[in-house]
């Protein structure tokens, strides 16, 4: 009984250090840093990235409007069935903003989910898309935010509990469900498509909403932009799919016009949480809201992911 207790404690021992192991941070790899950080990044070209990617609706104190959004004091309340996880200051400020971050700093943050104290970022912060995103978009971005106002506001802790509160566990969720290839395989897709599913994919993080998810919090695979439930409250976020009732029967240019107008076929306006998304996705350009409607109607037929 002796030996068989003492080999069970050791079993225990070597499979919790290999659970450590497997759950551990894993940063960007160097040499990829080192190329990230010899970019000169293009601030004019990272203001569009900033867009795309919709920074200042979460990261702009709750209910700014025009040039205060660009003060991206953190503050708003992200709720989900984990907790409610609150938007932290990303000015350029060096105490209470990300202003003494090094550009390798913001790769490991945005590509690999790591804090520069070396710890998982919780993916309420969509690095699970912005894991896509270039080298020179990530050096674009940086550049940008570098130029906009410091803000002093300090950034209030996540309200997680027990035990969604042990960060190191999202290693483990992370060697489930983190990766950075393409959500769906389109055979054949020309460069529109393509460049439309990296602005979905990617930078526009359009999945982490409009994409189903399990128990655990991970993307049902096989759904992905097929809609889900509203995991802030009442009702459904849409299906984008070409087989969904809420934009399925849309053609590319009326989705295209929407991104641009918020205006629908039926000259109804957009409305909810989709509001600051198409004020966002307006400043992009006509040829990459066409990419985005390309990659929608490219996609495969799904049902609605709510039901």
């Not at 070396?118 to 130029?147: E, V």
Request: charged residues 20%.
């Amino acid at each position: 009984m002796k030996r068989l207790a003492l080999g069970l404690g050791l079993v225990a021992i070597a499979g919790a250090g290999i659970a450590f192991a497997l759950t551990a941070p894993r940063p960007v790899a160097a040499d990829r840093l080192e190329a990230i950080a010899a970019i000169d990044g293009d601030a004019a070209a990272g203001e569009t990235l900033f867009w795309a990617g919709g920074c200042a609706s979460c990261h702009a104190a709750p209910g700014s409007e025009g040039d205060a959004k660009l003060v991206l004091s953190g503050g708003v309340r992200l709720t989900s069935d984990f907790g409610t996880f609150i938007a932290p200051n990303i000015s350029p400020d060096p105490d209470a903003g990300i202003g003494a971050w090094s550009i390798s700093d913001f790769a490991n943050a945005m590509l690999a989910g790591v804090s520069p104290q070396g710890q998982h970022y919780y993916p309420a912060f969509p690095y699970t898309s912005y894991t896509r995103m270039t080298d020179r978009d990530i050096a674009d971005l940086f550049a940008f935010l570098k130029t906009l106002p410091r803000s002093t506001v300090a950034s209030l802790p996540h309200e997680v509990g027990f035990p969604f509160n042990i960060r190191r566990s999202l290693g483990g969720w992370k060697l489930l469900f983190f990766s950075d290839q393409p959500r769906v395989e389109l055979a054949g897709a020309d460069a529109q498509v393509v460049r439309g599913q990296y602005l979905v994919e990617g930078p526009g993080h359009c999945g982490e909403c409009h994409t189903p998810r399990n128990p655990i919090g991970g993307f049902v695979s096989d759904a992905w932009l097929s809609g889900a439930k509203n995991p802030e409250g009442e009702g459904v976020i849409p299906n984008l799919t070409p087989g969904g009732k809420s934009i399925g029967g849309w053609s590319a240019s009326d989705i295209a016009y929407y991104l641009e107008s918020g205006f629908t076929p039926d000259f109804d306006s957009v409305g909810g949480s989709m509001v600051d998304v198409q004020k966002n996705m307006a400043k992009l350009t006509s040829g990459d809201r066409d990419a985005i409607a390309a990659y929608l109607k490219a996609l495969p037929e799904r049902a609605n992911g709510w039901e």
